[in-house]
């Protein structure tokens, strides 16, 4: 994102996110502000994923999408412990700071993984 504000408010966020985990209400109101932001600037995809992720959390009461993975995972045993142990915070804060850098191709691959698990969730 370009705007500054909107950049000041991914870091709040991802700050937010360290010191009380998902914090529901605080959270929504934060994602729904920086929404606006990515409507603003005209980003259809972050503006799909933000309103998909605030009412999962809404729903869910916390953010059940696991982290993407980079390699591709073998289906045994440990790499599945491996995926579990993920929080659902981390996997919430690596999201939000996706939204940073869309210029980043990487990001804008991401994005739309976390938007199709998001609406197969």
């Given at each position: 994102?370009?705007?500054?504000?909107?950049?000041?408010?991914?870091?709040?966020?991802?700050?937010?996110l360290d010191s009380t985990g998902i914090n529901n209400k605080t959270l929504t109101d934060d994602i729904?502000?920086?929404?606006?932001?990515?409507?603003?600037?005209?980003?259809?995809?972050?503006?799909?994923?933000?309103?998909?992720?605030?009412?999962?959390?809404?729903?869910?009461?916390?953010?059940?999408?696991?982290?993407?993975?980079?390699?591709?995972?073998?289906?045994?045993?440990?790499?599945?412990?491996?995926?579990?142990?993920?929080?659902p915070v981390e996997s919430l804060k690596y999201l939000i700071a996706?939204?940073?850098?869309?210029?980043?191709?990487?990001?804008?691959?991401?994005?739309?993984?976390?938007?199709?698990?998001?609406?197969?969730?």
């Amino acid at each position: 994102m370009k705007n500054t504000k909107a950049i000041k408010l991914i870091n709040k966020i991802l700050k937010d996110l360290d010191s009380t985990g998902i914090n529901n209400k605080t959270l929504t109101d934060d994602i729904k502000e920086l929404r606006a932001y990515a409507i603003e600037e005209q980003i259809p995809l972050l503006v799909k994923v933000l309103r998909y992720t605030c009412e999962h959390i809404e729903e869910n009461n916390s953010f059940l999408i696991p982290i993407l993975i980079d390699e591709p995972i073998d289906e045994d045993e440990e790499t599945a412990e491996e995926i579990n142990e993920d929080s659902p915070v981390e996997s919430l804060k690596y999201l939000i700071a996706l939204s940073k850098n869309l210029e980043n191709k990487g990001n804008i691959d991401d994005l739309k993984e976390y938007k199709a698990l998001l609406i197969a969730y």
